[in-house]
């Protein structure tokens, strides 16, 4: 079946380093690409998407890249600020009617001041 | 998490009891699913509709049985609970046309004894 694998499952970086976490997916007909932030206790919220036709996309300190050949996405924090700690997961979606997703097992990001 | 309303948000089940975890959205989605979060697993789908009266498997389907009865209301019923089950389920939703932007709940906690 369809599968993502993330990496790492932690990360631990300095206020103000650059935060890099990468992802592969299995499914030649995902064409969606979500990364979701999630806090203790809370759903998941979406922070950033990208789209099969895409390469890259960026808004403010966050960005994602995808390599379709490759099977492979990866998001970008710079400036990482203490409030950036948390679960972040990526996903892929479910074929091409991109209905539901599958996730990735997540990466717990720590941000120390 | 504004439209996806989940409940119950805790629930503690006796091992073979049954019960429906209910979601339901104002947003005029057509697409819904259900996942369950466990420790270091990430998300996993369960199961998931493209519309009502239409429903199919994900990655965790077994244990578990879904209707979509109308388009706003998607729940999710455990007809003999099992220890295993015991996890925090999410219900989200999206709708076609909007590129796949997908809405979670704020997530049902529940525990097996």
């Known amino acids: 079946g369809e599968n993502v694998e993330q990496h790492p499952s932690t990360l631990s970086v300095q206020e103000g380093d650059s935060a890099v976490i990468k992802c592969t997916y299995s499914d030649s007909a995902s064409n969606y690409f979500p990364w979701y932030k999630q806090e203790l206790g809370k759903g998941p919220q979406l922070i950033i998407d990208i789209r099969s036709n895409v390469g890259e996309k960026k808004d403010q300190r966050i960005a994602v890249t995808l390599n379709k050949t490759a099977k492979h996405f990866s998001l970008h924090i710079t400036e990482t600020q203490p409030e950036d700690s948390a679960v972040y997961f990526c996903?892929?979606?479910?074929?091409?009617?991109?209905?539901?997703?599958?996730f990735g097992k997540g990466t717990t990001l720590s941000v120390s001041s | 998490n504004a439209g996806v309303t989940q409940t119950p948000k805790f629930q503690v089940l006796k091992t073979g009891q049954s019960m429906t975890l209910q979601c339901a959205q104002d947003m005029n989605h057509e697409y819904m699913s259900w996942y369950r979060q466990d420790p270091g697993m990430g998300l996993r789908l369960i199961h998931y509709?493209?519309?009502?009266?239409?429903?199919d498997q994900g990655e965790v389907p077994n244990g578990y049985n879904v209707s979509r009865s109308t388009t706003e209301d998607f729940p999710l019923r455990l007809l003999s609970a099992a220890p295993s089950q015991t996890s925090v389920y999410f219900c989200a939703s999206m709708r076609s046309s909007s590129g796949n932007t997908i809405y979670f709940g704020e997530g049902s906690w529940l525990t097996v004894v």
């Open positions: 509709s493209v519309g009502a009266g239409i429903t």
């Open positions: 996903a892929a979606s479910k074929g091409q009617a991109g209905t539901a997703l599958i």
